[in-house]
C-alpha cells in the first residue's frame, strides 16, 4: 500500500480511468437511455476486471525483476502468503474503485436498475478481485513487462468477445456458446445483468457471483504453486 501511494500515476489509473471510461460511454449513448443501461451495467462490471489485471500483473513482475521478490522469498513466507497479501492491498484500491464506479454509475450517470446498487457494488468488487488474481497468476509466466502487457490480448480479449456483451450467449455458436460457459467474464456479465432486470438476489445472481469468486480463489491458488523467485 505504501508503494501504491508513492505511485499517483498508478492510482489514477485504477481510480479515475474507470469512472472516465463510463462517462464517455454515457455520452456515447446520449439520447439512448435503455442501451446505456445495457452495456453500461455490463462494462462496470469488465472495467475493474481490465484495469486491475494489467496493473497487478506488471506491478507483481516488477517486483521480480527487480529483485524484491526473491529477498522476501528468502524469509519465513510462503508463496501464497505473498500473493494474498499483494491482493489485499490491491483489493484496497478495488474497493473504493468500485463505490466511485458505481456510485458514477447509478447517481451520476443515472443508469436504471432494477436491483440494488449494492448488488452491483458487490460483483464489480467481486470481477475486480478476479483481475487481481489472474493479474497476479499470469505474472508468473512473463519475463518482462512488456510480455504482461501481451497477456492482455491473449486472456481477456476471447473472455470479452465471448461474455455476452456483444450478442447473447444464446445465441452464439454451440461451440461458442460452450466456451463462453466457463469463462469467468460471462459471469461477471451475467451477474449484472441480473442486477439490472430482477429487484431481489436471484438463485443465478447467486450462482453467478459464486462463479467469479471461485475463479479469482482458483487462479490465486494456481498463481501460488507457479509463482517463480526471480525472472530468468
Do not use: N
Not at 460511454?25 to 455490463?42: C, E, I, N, R
Not at 512488456?146 to 481477456?156: D, G, K, R, T
Not at 480479449?157 to 466456451?179: E, I
Amino acid at each position: 500500500m505504501r508503494q501504491l501511494g508513492h505511485d499517483p500515476r498508478t492510482i489514477a489509473l485504477m481510480l479515475v480511468v474507470p469512472c472516465v471510461l463510463l462517462a464517455v460511454l454515457s455520452w456515447v449513448y446520449d439520447g439512448k437511455q435503455h442501451t446505456f443501461d445495457q452495456v453500461g451495467a455490463s462494462l462496470l462490471g469488465i472495467f475493474p476486471l481490465i484495469l486491475m489485471f494489467l496493473v497487478t500483473s506488471i506491478a507483481t513482475l516488477r517486483e521480480r525483476t527487480s529483485g524484491t521478490l526473491e529477498r522476501l522469498l528468502s524469509m519465513p513466507l510462503g508463496k501464497a502468503d505473498l500473493l494474498g497479501g499483494y491482493a489485499l492491498a490491491f483489493g484496497g484500491v478495488a474497493v473504493v474503485q468500485a463505490c466511485l464506479a458505481t456510485g458514477l454509475a447509478v447517481w451520476g450517470l443515472g443508469l436504471d436498475v432494477v436491483g440494488s446498487p449494492w448488488l452491483l457494488l458487490v460483483i464489480a468488487l467481486a470481477d475486480a478481485f478476479l483481475g487481481i488474481a489472474l493479474g497476479l497468476f499470469v505474472s508468473a509466466f512473463a519475463a518482462s513487462e512488456f510480455q504482461a502487457v501481451q497477456f492482455m490480448p491473449a486472456v481477456l480479449l476471447p473472455q470479452l468477445l465471448m461474455c455476452g456483451l456483444l450478442v447473447p450467449r444464446d445465441t452464439m455458436q454451440p461451440v461458442l456458446a460452450a466456451v463462453s460457459d466457463v469463462l469467468p467474464m460471462s459471469y461477471a456479465v451475467d451477474g449484472m445483468t441480473q442486477v439490472l432486470q430482477h429487484s431481489g438476489v436471484t438463485g443465478d445472481f447467486v450462482r453467478d457471483l459464486a462463479v467469479v469468486a471461485a475463479c479469482a480463489l482458483l487462479a490465486l491458488a494456481l498463481g501460488a504453486a507457479t509463482l517463480r523467485r526471480r525472472t530468468p
